[in-house]
């Protein structure tokens, strides 16, 4: 959450106006991701909302996550239990990472990318910075990209 969030949102954003793929993120209702917490907990939000979503092998899923989950540490527990659902209904995963790229980076293999640390206090906003540049570069490959940017 956090940076990811936001992130998450302005990719679908891209990806959706400037590549014509569809995409959605669980973070942009916010009214059915609080709903799920309060009902369900913080740790099967993204898991549930996947299901809703009718997610299948078809599809592929983009973590922007500075660590990327730990599951042996119980952190970031709602990715690291949505990308272990999507893997096991074989769901591609993507993603940008910090850190050691955590369980994004375990289950994604070769389609996650991990951003090196250069400093410890660095990890976060490199990592973020990384997100950005990533995602644009792929909105703006002429393979993807079917509608020009104005600017």
């Given amino acids: 959450m ?17 590549c014509h793929i569809e995409a959605y993120t669980p973070t942009d209702n916010v009214s059915e991701l609080t709903a799920r917490i309060n ?29 990327g989950g730990n599951a042996a540490k119980k952190v970031s527990m709602n990715i ?12 591609k995963i993507l993603g940008v990472v910090g850190r050691d790229g955590g369980e994004t980076k375990k289950l994604g293999g070769s389609t996650v990318l991990v951003v090196p640390t250069i400093h410890a206090k660095w990890v976060t906003p490199c990592t973020e910075a990384f997100q950005a540049v990533v995602w644009h570069a792929l909105v703006s490959h002429p393979l993807l990209q079917s509608q020009k940017t104005k600017w």
């Fill in 2 to 18: 956090g940076g990811g969030a936001g992130h998450a949102s302005h990719a679908v954003n891209d990806f959706r106006k400037l």
């Fill in 39 to 67: 009902d369900e907990g913080w740790d099967t939000t993204f898991v549930e909302w996947l299901k809703i979503s009718q997610i299948s092998k078809d599809d592929m899923i983009y973590v922007f996550s500075v660590g």
């Fill in 80 to 91: 690291v239990n949505a990308i272990q659902y999507t893997k096991s209904i074989g769901v």
